[in-house]
T-cell receptor
């Protein structure tokens, strides 16, 4: 168990509504990441954080924002959900440079 | 050319077989190499983590890195039905002290081990 918990595990929402996914870690890791995983695309980085209030964009950041007000929590917000954001979202974390990522068990989001 | 290429499979083998999973890459700056196992509806789980070329063994699993050929492999000996999962390779390069990281994942190979 990597000490990473994602909530909710499943969510169905309507197009145009805002959605917030939560990632909580208990290992005091400095770095946290949000990925989405889609068939044919694999894991794609959305946003990451390298410390409290320090975040940066990944390769598929459009339509997403993040916040990290505490070391243990990293929130991903879909400002106005679209059907193309239907996906499985994974949070990951690591403590040190050069150490591998550890993942949570994902949030399955469906936008109708 | 994609930075990381991984055959998606699916790969189906009988129980007890030796399984070989592979990735090729194009960026010679990659220094750290990882294999993750992902069961259905679960997050990727780190299996092996290696630095530079050579072999690393952990139980029935062996990770092999050949930097000269830009090729990494994961071998599973005496495969079991519980090894049925998708296996993702990943590799990273760090741009100097305090610098940023480039981390790339393969798209995964789906393995089924039949009893």
């Amino acid at each position: 168990d990597a000490g990473i918990t994602q909530s909710p595990r499943h969510k169905v929402t309507e197009t145009g509504t805002p959605v917030t996914l939560r990632c909580h870690q208990t290992e005091n890791h400095r770095y946290m990441y949000w990925y989405r995983q889609d068939p044919g695309h694999g894991l794609r980085l959305i946003h990451y954080s390298y410390g409290v209030k320090d975040t940066d964009k990944g390769e598929v950041s459009d339509g997403y924002s993040v916040s990290r007000s505490k070391t243990e929590d990293f929130l991903l917000t879909l400002e106005s959900a679209t059907s193309s954001q239907t996906s499985v979202y994974f949070c990951a974390a690591r403590g040190l440079d050069n150490s591998p990522l550890h993942f949570g068990n994902g949030t399955r989001l469906t936008v109708t | 050319q994609k930075e990381v290429e991984q055959d998606p499979g699916p790969l189906s083998v009988p129980e007890g077989a030796i399984v070989s999973l592979n990735c090729t890459y194009s960026n010679s700056a990659f220094q750290y190499f990882m294999w993750y196992r992902q069961y259905s509806r679960k997050g990727p789980e780190l299996l092996m983590y290696t630095y530079s070329s050579g072999n690393k063994e952990d139980g029935r699993f062996t990770a092999q890195v050949d930097k000269s050929s830009k090729y990494i492999s994961l071998f599973i000996r005496d495969s079991q039905p519980s090894d049925s999962a998708t296996y993702l390779c990943a590799m990273s390069a760090w741009r100097g002290q305090g610098g940023s990281e480039k981390l790339v994942f393969g798209k995964g190979t789906k393995l089924t081990v039949n009893p």
